[in-house]
């Protein structure tokens, strides 16, 4: 991850989430375009993303090894796609800002502190930039539900990120932004739009879990090695740990040395 990025330390948390995105789209030449992938997304910052059933009141956690620095992205599998890429993006913010420091603890988010604001704005603007927005709206109503949905197909967030950013943009007011907020939902205007089957795709994946290809090699490698537990591999790939063992055929070879850099990981799995 570029060290290069930072941002303003008297700035507001929303200008400075602002600041990191736009130096993240600049840096990854993403100009006003839509992020596709949110996986590329996170391997951008050198993050594995792990999509697994989380209990209901988590929508995602990320530790980071203290030995390799590397660090993993956990997010629930959702039925509200958007919901769960700007969730992605909101922990690719906590990332760049250096919000995450320790892997042994699981933050507690307050919802108004500095760095939750500045990870929220970090997320509407490097997902729905504003150029793109305004551009979208040109020639259009800023209050139609026709150019909210398109904000939203185009850029796949949520009508909330689509009004914040149609108000952050200057384009409708506050109280604009509120009604379409509480009014629309995208299921509602991709049906009316003509595009539900794409967000039925989009809803599809979102709500299945994904493991991470780097994060199942790391541990399959590390449970051949005999310093990885069956149940850290079975947690990445989402399987038993019978059938682990079963496929690689092979128990750990040796006991798992205390200053192992896969120590954190596993010691991570295992409390999952």
């Known amino acids: 991850m570029p060290s290069a990025f ?18 993240f789209r600049h840096f990854y030449e993403l100009g006003g375009d839509p992020i596709d992938r949110i996986e590329s997304f996170t391997e951008h910052v050198n ?7 989380l209990p209901t009141d988590v929508e995602a956690i990320s530790v980071k090894d203290p030995q390799t620095g590397n660090i ?24 760049l800002a250096d919000d995450i420091d320790r892997s042994s603890e699981v933050p507690q988010c307050e919802p108004n502190s500095p760095s939750e604001t500045r990870a929220n704005s970090f997320a509407r603007n490097v997902l729905c930039p504003l150029g793109g927005v305004k551009k979208i709206a040109q020639n259009l109503s800023p209050t139609a539900p026709e150019t909210l949905s398109k904000i939203i197909q185009h850029f796949r967030v949520s009508p909330s990120v689509a009004a914040i950013q149609l108000k952050e943009a200057g384009l409708i007011s506050e109280e604009d932004c ?3 907020s509480k009014e629309w939902s995208a299921p509602k205007l991709a049906s009316l739009y003509g595009w539900r089957e794409q967000y039925n795709a989009d809803a599809l994946v979102s709500d299945q879990p994904r493991p991470s290809p780097r994060l199942v090699a790391d541990a399959t490698r590390g449970y051949r090695k005999g310093v990885v537990s069956s149940s850290a591999v079975a947690l990445a790939r989402g399987i038993s740990s019978e059938q682990v063992r079963q496929e690689l055929d092979v128990a750990p070879a040796e006991p798992q040395p205390t200053d192992s850099p896969f120590a954190e990981l596993d010691a991570f799995f295992e409390e999952g």
């Open 72 to 95: 993993v992205i956990g997010v629930g599998t959702s039925a509200s796609p958007y919901r769960q890429r700007f969730t992605v993006a909101h922990e690719v913010g906590h990332i």
């Open 6 to 23: 930072s941002y303003e330390q008297n700035a507001s948390p929303t200008r400075q989430g602002k600041s990191l995105a736009e130096q």
């Open 178 to 180: 509120n009604e379409l």
């Open 47 to 53: 993050a594995d993303l792990l999509i697994r059933p």
